[in-house]
Each structure stands twice: as structure tokens, then as C-alpha cells.
């Protein structure tokens, strides 16, 4: 028999009904199948609807034998739109969800022979997300659609009347799109083939549905978000419907206009305005604007948003490195945040270190845990030469932090704290303000990099971290593009406090998981005004509602209240935690005994004799290094 000289393949899936101009795509490793590109996929055609769905498949494609075997690929719906450029020919794609199993699918030979053709290749029929008996889809990342949130609490809504606001007001949420209908007028109508959807952070369940047609139930106490994508959002507005109970008529409409969403984030608001034009009441909307990064390649080949071994042992992870070397009851003698803390960690056993990031005012990512630095200033007088002032980081290029006579901010109240005169006589590795892309290049591969992406927050009694800053989506795009350029095979966890920049993190990209930190309630600290952030429960219910990985808690939380490990347990989240009552041998043991995935403490190097981590140990019992960007 001889050997075909092509090999026609044939994919078929069983999906869900689609709505209107969602099309099933195979995208896979090959120039065929896009190299993993889903812009550039297969597209299938639908054969048949069913009573519980629809059947998808194709059998256009040809390989030769050598490149059966090596063909992997994977199964996505995507909602495609004709391009906005007269210029590009290609649609533009938007992924709404695709299969992420960390095996992907492979063609299975059937060896049907037909003439110099062979029939191969998946006869039998697919379910979307089921691969070898294991379900695994997750949502899509933003390609060439913006992502706006519409946010109402904190009793947002108030009406003109003396009659107290009902308990059980609809609200329905309408996207609308600008139509020439003539030279001389722009309309505004409803756009058909509009997805929202919406969370109440208050509810049972407060993952992100659909909206249903009828519009949702609304209690002016609840934490309601709705989300919604779009292509132009120039062009884009927003019609709020309010209905009293179960009232046909409604009780007034509200309008979002696309200047009102001119940031990346903010507040508004707004009249709710009657039938007959006389204005019935007022809402209060913060909003969030989340575009897609620049320049960032993103593909299909592999994702570690939603995955993590539950086998393993917990995570150690290095706070800061080697702990923090300015601040609490015992002092690394490591300085923190420097590539010597890392490596040090590294040494000691450490599968992670922690450690945040900001922006200098050159906008280079660099790691630092405050957004002030202290600047050696000269007196006038003799009697007292020097005084330390405030500087926030981001006045300041990526040069002057390196190389002026710099300090921690806790040396204005601690000169014993005092380290400049010693910064001229420390080696590189100890120096401060490391850039991302240089402790991503010069630190142990085998060393896992827990990032905490800072952005400043508003506190419960008015102070703001950070009263001037970046704008928030450039500010997130900057360090994704430096990280995505050089963590290489580095396993990376995203985190942060505020809840925005954590919607960000997890839309923008479609690799690394992303963890919400939170203080929960204690009396160390100011609580921080957003809700979201102010107790593990309300973590939690945030994680769920942006489909997040998991949540990084304090402690001392945690002990508090210990039903709040099942709380996340049950709720299927990924847990970490931190704070200084880990720097104790016996939390630790009480932390590890409850199975904590990650656990952030410092000093390694006090707790554990130096031994290779649990990477460096798989990969030595493996005889190969560790896969790809492989996560724990």
C-alpha cells in the first residue's frame, strides 16, 4: 500500500446554541490552523441545530503524514465582525470562549483510505471543552474589543418622590450604536447583536451571567456591575431602563454617552428621566474602561489563568525576596527587593518570591514596595545639613532612582534606618529599584515570580495613596508588555489590592492567573474604601464575579475566623496568604496542615537549610527542564 501524499482531516464539535454571528473556530500549531493565532483559525460551518445545541465541522483541511502527528490544536467560539478598515481585509475576532486544557487536542488517525487521500481524524464528534474526558474552557482575552463595566453601590439610585424606593426596581441595561440614517441627523439605536453581562457581588452566586431579557432585580443595597464589549466605543452609548416591580411602564431611562467614559475609570451621574422629559430621580455610576494592550501577542498555544496543581505541597513564597529589610518586628539582613534577596530565596528552597511593581516617570517597570522614595535634601543651615523629603517614584526617571542617594521612606522617622551613605559600596544584586526586565533576565529561572501590580487606592477615611498617577490602562499595558517580552519559561501569579487593575490583568491577557489581595478586617491598617477589598467574603465574592484564580489574604484574618478556608475552598479558589504572623514556625505548620496553596513569609533563609526548590527537584527527577511557562 502506498503512502497517501495528503492526509484531508476532518473536525466536527457539538457546541451550545451561538447567538447571531458567533462562529466555532479550530485554531492549532500549524500555518493552516493560524500557528495558534485564533484571528487566523479555521473557521467551521454549522451542519445542524439540535434540540440542545449545534454541530460544527469541516473537512477541508489537507496535511501531509509528517505533519499529522505533530498537529495540535484547540476549539474556540469567536464573534466576528467585518473590519473597520477599508484598508485590511481580514474580520476582526473576538474570542468568547476557547478550550484550555494544558494537553491540547491531537488528530486521531482513522486510516480510511480513499485513492492518494486518506479520511482521518476525528470521525467521531467532539464536545466543546470535553477532551479525553476533562473539561476545560475558559472566557476570552480583549483582541480588538474594548470591555466597559458599569458599576452601581453604595444606594446609587435616588428618587424624586416622597414615596420610599422599592426594593424590587428592574433595571434593564441596552447597548446602543450611532446610525447615519441621513446626512443631516445621527441616531442612536439598539444594537442586535449587544452581549451584557451582570454580577451583584452581594448575591449567592455572584459570577457573571447574561442579562436576562426582562433585565435584572435590583435592591438599592446590592453591589450590581454590568459588562459589556464593544468595537467602537466612540460610538457606543448605554440606555439604563428603570421599572418598578413588575410594572410594564417604565419608571424613567438614563443615558451613558461616550463622553461621560472619556478615562479609564471613574465616577458620573446621571438623571433618570420620565417618558414625558421631567427628570424623576438620579443614579451614581463608577465605570471602567478596559482596552486591549498594544503590542502584545497573544495566542492560543497555552493558558495558566484557571490552573493550578491541587496535589502539590504549598507554595513557599519569598516576601520581597528575603523578607523586608526597613519595617517590622525583626529586619532581613538581605536588603529587600533586590536580585540578591531573589536569589538568595532561590537558594533556600523558596518555589516563589513576591514583590511589587511600579512605574518610574519614564515609565519603566521597576520593583519597589511604596510610591515614595526619600530624597536627601540640603539645609541652609549648618546646624542641621540634610533633611529627608518625600518624593513619589513616579517623579522620578529609572536613572535617578538608580543612581541618586535615595531612601526608604521609613528613614524619615527611623535615621537609624539611615542607609545612603552605604548605597555607593553596594554591589548591583543589592541595589535598589531592580527594573522588571532585569530581575526577570538575572534571577534563578527555576524561580517562580509572584508579581503584585501596585495602583494606588482611596482609604475609608479619605487619604489617597496617590493623589496624581498614570492612566490606569497604559499603566497595566506597560508591565504586561515588559513581562510578556521576558519571563520566558518563568512561572508568574499576578496579584493586587484593587479590584480594577486585578479586572485588567485577567482581560488584557490570557496566560498567567491573577490572585485578589485583600487585608480583610483588622486594626493594623486604615480598611480601604472599596467594599470589594475589605474582608475575605467580599474577595471572594469579587474572584468569583471576574473569574480570578484565586485570593491572596492576610493571616491574621484567616485565624480570626477559620471557616473562611472552606468559604474559599468551596467557592473553588486558588488561596494565599501573608503577613507577619507567618515569620512563625508554628503558623506555618498550622498553614501548611490546612493545605494553604501559597504561603508569603520572610526570611527563608532562617526557616530551611539551603535545598533546591520543588521545580529545580521535579526537574532533576524529570532529566529535562521543566516545561514552558509550566505553572505549579
Known sequence: MTTPSLVRVYFGIKVSRLHANEVVCVVGNCEELGNWDVTKSLILKKNSTLSDGEIWSDQSLQLSPAQLSAVQYRYAICE????????????RCMIKQWETHIKPRRIVDSGRISGDVVDVASLRLDVFGDNCGMNSVDRGWLTCQTEVYLRMH??????FSKKKLSNNLRLVLTVLEQNESSEDE???KERDDAHVLVSNIDADDSSSRPQPPTGIHYNNSDDVTFRSPTLEPALTA???TFYEDAASTPLGTAFVLPLHLDKSTGTFGLSIIASEGRPVGQIKLEYLVIKPTPNLRLDASISYAKYWKRDHPPMNIGHRGSGTSYKGEKLSVIR???????????????EFVEFDVVLSKDKIPVIYHDYTICVTVRKKRADDIFELCDVPVRELTVKQLQSLKLDHKSAKNNPSMNHRDADHSYPDELQHFPTLEAVLNKVDPLLGFNVEVKFPMIKIDGEIEQDTFFDQNEYVDTILNVLFAHAGQRRIVLSCFEPNTCSMLRKKQNKYPVLFLTQGITDKWVAYSDSRTRTIKGAVQFAKSEDLLGVDVHTEDLIRDVGQIDLIRNSNLVLFCWGEDNNNTKTLEWLRGHRIEGIIY??????????????RRKAKSDGTPSPPNSSP
Open 80 to 91: 466576528v465582525s467585518p473590519s473597520s478598515s477599508s484598508n485590511d481585509d481580514h474580520p
Open 154 to 159: 453604595q444606594q446609587p439610585i435616588r428618587l
Open 186 to 188: 445621527l441616531l442612536w
Open 238 to 240: 448605554f440606555q439604563l
Open 336 to 350: 529587600e527587593n533586590t536580585i540578591e534577596a531573589f536569589n538568595k530565596a532561590a537558594e533556600h528552597g523558596a
Open 602 to 615: 520572610d526570611r527563608m533563609y532562617e526557616f530551611s537549610e539551603p535545598k533546591p526548590n520543588l521545580f
